[in-house]
């Protein structure tokens, strides 16, 4: 199979990836593979002039590929599977693409395995851009199938927004129209019309807006949010300073969720979007009276913003200036705006749009193979952490129901077409940040004191978690109670109340705010009991890693003897390692893997710089090769080791072949640098010294290697956006689950003193596939590995397999 791939739209980060991707896994399926530039306008240029005879030499019979083939050299097998497809982009021993200079009068162009290498570290997308008014005419797309059919190409993934992805749909509905005319006008032969009669169409969502229905996130949309974030995180210092209020505009077009993702991780104070604008007439009221009993509390700063799209009840547009001028008036305040513009659009991608993308690429590549005439055209999205295919038409006609939903004024429409987790993260956002409030109090009886606790290693998110468990409790009418120092904290009675803006600042805090140590309850439960008759805990929230999980375990168990924890205790996995059993995202997890990408995309250019260095660097994780394989796939590592799969000799023979070979077929004075990632619990002989080692004298003449440890860097300074909101969203979650087994134990002990809380009353806020769950511990224990510290299963395990893969590493090419 021929495939294309083209950018359209709007660019985004992480489009690159999705090229890279595509054009790997197609290689690796045996299909031919090609870019389109400047999206469909370069569809509807095509190709003016020849290829060079690089091309050419490359379309020639023997360059076809050689898997497994008997009696050939590995060696030479490999050389040539990795030759194979270098096409025009390599053809003056540069990937250079900007403005066409290789390519004038080519706009659909042959590429190979390595055209795309180094691909990942760019925002933007490499191979253009455009929006194209030609291509939304008759006459454009008649000569877009043209330029296709003449290189022999009949299917297309499509990367851009909903106005791409409905005119790569309509390509294809109108395609076998086109064939004939094209057939009648005798500018394609019989045979052409016949071997190229239907198209194949897959499409992938590049929009920073994360507007697309059916899809929980758009690629580009992390990136875009931490540049909010970024934004956000430097003016509030400089709010506080001056103690002032700041209205900062944001991107999103029709849709609201950067606003409200950058409302819930940025701690903003007052949020506008286009699906729920404000519900009181005047709106002005309503955020006066807010941001003025904000301004009571003694805060002193301000931060709000407004979506590009936003408008009240009216459909009048809320523009970022007039809210200025508002607060300004009203509240006397110094207010200033900022509209962030393009800055959101562009720069390094964030581990997310690097490892969605690729993950997402290699299923466009299958949804191409498998497609046929029957098939709807699939869209790929994601579903939680599940890469989805779903229909493209059904996914754009949602996405533009949201619109007519907003222009009928039908609110709770457009926010219902959003999905439920956007009605949460907003409802999340007015309970974090209004101040309190008498009438959501809850009635006296119902009202619980709440220890937070935090465990084991600091991890982005934690703070966050904190600060929105603290913020409910307060509208509540609960009080929340911060443990310091972990349970040794508590035998010292190191413990306060925590108030609503004591824990204003924490939103985008690293480490732990309430300080965290390794120490189990079981150092005196006994104790620990008592401190919590003491203070009279009605519920207890735990934020940790897998000493947070046996912790609860331990006090669960105590339930026996200690009458004090008859009460709802619950656990929220929070560890850079991301071992806690069950759950597939720890809070903290995307910090590090951020943490990680930034740190290589530093080592790589420096080892680049040297032309022919692998560097070897080593991640923390314990036992579990989450942020190992995760990271490699998300930087393009050559080589990871895993405890999970540890590392043998036989292992280590073949790699250092597979280097070897690899930096022999680049280019002379064109080698780039390489990284190999080691977990630090891969093996206990081959240590990432001796590996270094290793690799420095096997190199020779070809490479040189040095090492890096990452060690605590990986717990990340500035928790990611992504940690923050999903740290509000369980800290929610936890509180809602204390709250409804407190009633429930109450109403079960029918007014006696003692109670008896259920098992499943100690649970485990877990993310798995497409929902969150709470699991009791008892159930837990049975999923742990509790000698390596590690769940039984790990999702990621083939992550592993794929980076080998999307590296070409021998086996994957079929070569063992
Ligand atoms: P973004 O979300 O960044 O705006 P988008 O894909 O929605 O991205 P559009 O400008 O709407 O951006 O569409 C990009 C291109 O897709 C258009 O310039 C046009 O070439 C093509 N296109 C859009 N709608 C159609 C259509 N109905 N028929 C044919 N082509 C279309």
């Known amino acids: 199979m021929k495939i294309a791939i083209l950018t359209s739209g709007g660019d985004s980060a992480g489009m690159n990836a999705v090229v890279r991707s595509i054009v790997k896994a197609g290689i690796l399926k045996g299909c031919e593979m090609w870019v389109v530039r400047e999206g469909y306008e370069g569809l509807v240029q095509g190709n003016t ?37 270098d096409g025009e982009l390599l053809k003056d021993g540069t990937t250079e693409f900007v403005g066409g200079r290789t390519l004038k009068g080519r706009y659909i162009v042959r590429v190979g395995w390595d055209d795309v290498r180094g691909w990942f570290s760019q925002g ?9 008014m030609t291509f939304k005419t008759i006459e454009g797309r008649t000569a877009a199938a043209f330029n296709l059919i003449k290189e022999g190409i009949d299917a297309l993934v499509v990367c851009g927004g909903d106005g791409s992805l409905t005119g790569a749909d309509v390509f294809r509905r109108e395609w076998p129209d086109l064939v004939r005319s094209l057939k009648d006008q005798s500018r394609i032969t019989d045979k052409q019309a016949e071997q190229h009669a239907h198209l194949k169409v897959v499409g992938l969502v590049g929009s920073i807006d994360n507007d697309m229905c059916l899809t929980d996130l758009t690629i580009g949309a992390p990136t875009a949010l931490q540049r909010i974030c970024e934004a956000i995180d430097n003016i509030n210092s400089t709010a506080y300073s001056h103690s002032r ?34 519900s009181a007439q005047p709106w002005e009221d309503e955020m006066c009276a807010e941001i003025g ?54 720069g390094r991608p964030c581990a997310l749009d690097r490892i969605l993308p690729t993950l997402q690429g290699v299923e466009a590549v299958d949804a191409l193979i498998e497609s046929t005439t029957e098939t709807p055209s699939y869209m790929i999205g994601l579903h939680e952490n599940k890469v989805v295919r779903v229909p493209l038409m059904e996914a754009v006609a949602m996405t533009r129901s949201v619109a007519t939903a907003v222009k009928e004024k039908n609110f709770d429409k457009a926010l219902e077409l959003r999905g439920a987790e956007f009605k949460e993260a907003l409802d999340g956002f007015h309970h974090i940040s209004q101040a309190v409030d008498e009438r959501t109090r809850l009635p006296e009886e119902k009202r619980m004191r709440i220890a937070i606790i935090h465990m084991g290693a600091p991890a982005g998110g934690m703070n966050a978690a904190t600060r929105t468990a603290a913020r409910y409790c307060i509208r509540q009418g609960h009080t929340p109670l911060a443990i310091h120092n972990g349970f040794r904290g508590l035998l010292d009675d190191n413990v306060d109340t925590l108030s609503w803006l004591g824990v204003d600042a924490w939103m985008n805090r690293g480490g732990s705010e309430l300080g965290t140590n390794r120490a189990l309850p079981s150092i005196d439960l006994g104790g620990v009991a008592s401190k919590f008759q003491e203070y009279g805990f009605n519920a207890v929230m735990l934020i940790g890693g897998f000493e947070g999980f046996t912790a609860l375990q331990q006090l669960e168990e105590g339930r026996k003897h200690y009458p004090a924890f008859q009460i709802p205790m619950v656990h929220i996995p929070a560890t850079i390692s991301n071992n806690v059993p069950m759950t597939e995202y720890s809070l903290g997890s995307d910090t590090s893997l951020n943490a990680l990408v930034d740190a290589c995309d530093a080592i790589k250019q420096s080892a680049s710089a040297s032309r022919n260095r692998v560097f070897v660097v080593e991640t923390q994780g314990g036992k579990c090769g989450y942020i190992a394989a995760l990271g490699g796939l998300a930087v393009g590592a050559s080589l990871v080791y895993t405890p999970e799969h540890g590392i043998t000799l036989d292992m280590l023979r073949r790699d250092v072949r ?17 990284l190999v990632i080691r977990n630090e619990s891969s093996s206990k002989v081959y240590t990432t010294d001796m590996i270094t080692k290793m690799l420095q004298e096997e190199g020779g003449t070809l490479f040189d290697a040095r090492s890096a440890s990452l060690g605590h860097t990986l717990q990340g300074g500035i928790p990611s956006p992504v940690d923050r909101a999903r740290a509000a969203r369980l800290s929610l979650k936890c509180m809602a689950f204390l709250e409804q087994h407190h009633e429930k134990i109450l109403k079960a002990s029918n007014g006696h003193k003692s109670r008896i809380a259920p098992p499943e009353s100690a649970a485990i806020i877990i993310i798995q596939t497409s929902s969150v769950k709470m699991v009791p511990v008892q159930e837990m224990v049975q999923h742990a590995d509790m000698v390596n510290r590690r769940g039984k299963d790990s999702w990621w395990s083939g992550a592993k397999d794929l980076e080998e893969q999307l590296v070409g590493k021998p086996q994957f090419l079929g070569i063992h």
């Open 245 to 278: 209020a700041f209205v900062i505009e944001v991107m999103g077009r029709d849709c609201g969720w950067l606003a409200l993702m950058a409302g819930v991780a940025g701690g903003a104070d007052f949020i506008f979007i286009p699906e729920r604008p404000p």
């Open 293 to 346: 009993r904000h301004r009571k509390l003694n805060k002193r700063k301000t931060i709000v913003i407004v979506a590009e799209g936003a408008h009240d009840l009216d459909l009048n547009p809320i523009r970022a200036e007039y809210i200025k001028d508002v607060l300004t008036e009203r509240l006397g305040l110094d207010t200033r705006v900022t509209t962030l513009g393009h800055t959101q659009r562009g």
């Open 49 to 85: 002039e020849a290829a060079t005879s690089v091309n050419d030499q490359v379309k020639s019979d023997d360059q076809q590929p050689v898997l497994q083939q008997e009696g050939v050299h590995p060696d030479k097998q490999l050389l040539h599977n990795l030759r194979f497809g």
């Open 658 to 674: 597979f280097l070897k070979t690899r930096y022999a077929l680049d280019p002379q004075g064109k080698s780039e640098g390489r």
């Open 124 to 132: 933007g997308t490499l191979i253009g851009t455009a929006r194209s």
